[in-house]
């Protein structure tokens, strides 16, 4: 069955957490891997080059990522990394709010990362 992404997150981090309360050691290796395909098909390319993390601290009701953004200046050069935090919680209106952490770029690189990041945890996935 098809979920956006966001749901899917939290789905399999509540699962990995019943797998860890039942000591069923082999799905929570399964849903762990599940967790790891979903953290490696987030955007990357276009500045955002660097690693892409879960933050430990994550649960089915709030997702906390880091990522590590690649900076371009006005000339097309890269102009140095810079760090954010991806957090994304549940809406009752929107379904999911995301908000972005960090220090913003000269080129405002946290517009673009809103509406990358807002596009990716919304897509459907199975």
């Given at each position: 069955m098809k979920y956006p992404l966001y749901k899917k997150f939290a789905m399999t981090l509540n699962a990995i957490q019943n797998?860890?309360?039942s000591d069923n050691k082999e799905?929570?290796?399964?849903?762990e891997?599940?967790?790891t395909d979903y953290i490696e098909s987030l955007p990357h390319g276009s500045g955002i080059d660097g690693r892409?993390?879960?933050d430990e601290k994550s649960d089915e009701n709030k997702l906390i990522f880091h990522i590590e953004y690649h900076?371009?200046?006005?000339n097309g050069y890269?102009?140095?990394w810079y760090s954010y935090k991806i957090i994304v919680t549940p809406s009752l209106s929107f379904d999911f709010d995301l908000k972005i952490v960090g220090k913003d770029t000269p080129?405002?690189?946290k517009e673009y990362l809103y509406e990358t990041f807002q596009y990716a945890f919304?897509?459907?996935v199975e």
């Open positions: 797998c860890r309360k799905w929570e290796v399964k849903h891997d599940k967790l892409t993390w879960m900076c371009m200046d006005e890269y102009a140095g080129n405002q690189a919304s897509e459907e």
